[in-house]
């Protein structure tokens, strides 16, 4: 299957700063890649759809000045994590939709994020 | 609501032992998904189920869907130690691929 990555894979920050994350697909490229949280020993929520050369679409409930997504090329979108607060610690995963016709997700291997 | 939830919860087995997990859903889908997670890793895609499929295999693995009822089961077969993850079921409803995952089951594959 294809490859999608992410960097890092673990980031621990101090309040207040902000932490930019990637991901990448690395053998094909991606018009629409998704970002996920998810907290300890719970569900994968989706936060946002990433679309190449255009805004993100926010789910209801997550802020758009707080997360901010960027999807310059077709294999490459980050999320910063603008001002983060301990509240904002948990693991993001990123997905690639497949160009196939099968509609399959890649998933990166997540991002571990810690705010002190 | 949640669409896709999981049951058991947590699963714990001997090594050997079929392990079948069930997911049900709340409104019509596209297809559906099954992932597996092992601990703080990324997720890995298991199989995909179209609406208009009861059933399928791969491997070890078969899934069936049952949209009459809503529901899918995921049946490992002559489990290892290996499988023990986090097994989540995931529908995609609508034209933007959008999945919603259901809340997981941990299966624990003793050896």
């Known amino acids: 299957g294809a490859v999608v990555s992410q960097h890092p894979s673990r980031v621990i920050c101090k309040s207040g700063t902000s932490v930019k994350i990637e991901c990448r697909s690395l053998?094909?490229?991606?018009?629409?890649m998704f970002w996920y949280r998810q907290f300890p020993k719970k569900s994968l929520m989706l936060m946002a759809t990433?679309?190449?050369?255009?805004?993100?679409?926010?789910e209801q409930g997550v802020e758009k000045d707080k997360f901010l997504i960027n999807h310059a090329s077709l294999t490459l979108s980050t999320l910063t994590v603008t001002s983060a607060h301990p509240e904002d610690s948990s693991f993001y995963i990123c997905?690639?939709?497949?160009?196939?016709?099968?509609?399959?997700?890649?998933f990166g291997p997540g991002t571990r994020l810690t705010v002190l | 609501s949640q669409q896709g939830e999981e049951d058991p919860q947590a699963l714990s087995i001997q090594e050997g032992e079929n392990a079948t997990m069930n997911c049900s859903y709340k409104?019509?889908?596209?297809?559906l998904q099954w992932y597996r997670q092992n601990s703080g890793r990324g997720l890995v895609h298991l199989i995909l189920?179209?609406?208009?499929?009861r059933e399928k295999h791969s491997g070890r693995l078969r899934v069936t869907l049952d949209t009459s009822k809503k529901s899918s089961s995921l049946l490992i077969t002559a489990s290892r130690a290996a499988d023990t993850a986090s097994y989540f079921c995931?529908?995609?409803?609508?034209?933007?691929?959008?999945?919603?995952f259901g809340k997981g089951i941990t299966l624990s594959v003793r050896p």
């Open positions: 997905s690639s939709l497949s160009p196939g016709i099968f509609d399959e997700q890649f």
């Open positions: 053998d094909f490229q991606a018009t629409t």
């Open positions: 990433s679309n190449e050369g255009s805004k993100a679409t926010y």
């Open positions: 409104t019509s889908i596209n297809n």
């Open positions: 189920i179209r609406s208009n499929e």
């Open positions: 995931a529908t995609e409803r609508g034209a933007n691929s959008k999945l919603t």
